[in-house]
Structures are given as C-alpha cells and as structure tokens.
Nanobody
Framework: QVQLVESGGGLVQPGGSLRLSCAASGSGFSMYAMGWYRQAPGKQRELVATITQRANTNYADSVKGRFTISRDNAKNTVYLQMNSLKPEDTALYYC????????????WGQGTQVTVSS
C-alpha cells in the first residue's frame, strides 16, 4: 500500500514561490497517475493539477500558467512548483493518485499548509 507524505509548505508573500513535494512509500509509484489537491477553510477539496504515468499534465484554470506539476519516478516523488502565489492559493495541499488520472485511491496524508499573506 502506498503511503504519501507531503512537505514544502509555508508562509509566503503574494507573488512569491514555493515548491511542494509528495514522497510515496511502497512500490509501483510509476504505475500511478498523481495529482495535487487543496482545501481551503470552509471549502471543499479541489483538484489543482494532475500528471499521468507518461508525465502529461493538466491544471485547474485558477493555477494555469503559475503552477507546474512534475514527477521523479526514481525518487517516488511528485512535485508542485508554485509561482506568482496569490492569497486565494492559501490552503492545505495534498497529493493522491491511482491508475486513472484524477483517481484518489490512497489514504490521504496530513497535507502541507500553504499560506499566502503580506
């Protein structure tokens, strides 16, 4: 069973950048499409970005052009590079994945908090 640990969040000023990491334990990481999700206080969890097994990517309109998802199968890790951050990006960020793009078959990790504020 794959376990996921997110890291890299923090407090950043508007316009700043952060790079999130999601490390997966267990085997078979390269078999899975992965995604980054976020949940702001009082809101539902939303999909931010996905990356397929072949590294094809897709983004929510709200982050397109600012965020980049990538993966390193040798390190069992998926990344989210976030640039030009806005206060509305403030949320708890999670990763998850599955055989189908957009699926979330693993137990959710604790997430990593991103706060964008001056």
């Amino acid at each position: 069973q794959v376990q996921l640990v997110e890291s890299g969040g923090g407090l950043v000023q508007p316009g700043g950048s952060l790079r999130l990491s999601c490390a997966a334990s267990g085997s078979g990481f390269s078999m899975y499409a992965m995604g980054w999700y976020r949940q702001a206080p009082g809101k539902q969890r939303e999909l931010v970005a996905t990356i397929t097994q072949r590294a094809n990517t897709n983004y929510a309109d709200s982050v397109k052009g600012r965020f980049t998802i990538s993966r390193d199968n040798a390190k069992n890790t998926v990344y989210l590079q976030m640039n030009s951050l806005k206060p509305e990006d403030t949320a708890l960020y999670y990763c998850n994945g599955g055989l189908k793009t957009g699926s979330t078959v693993f137990d959710w990790g604790q997430g990593t908090q991103v706060t964008v504020s001056s």
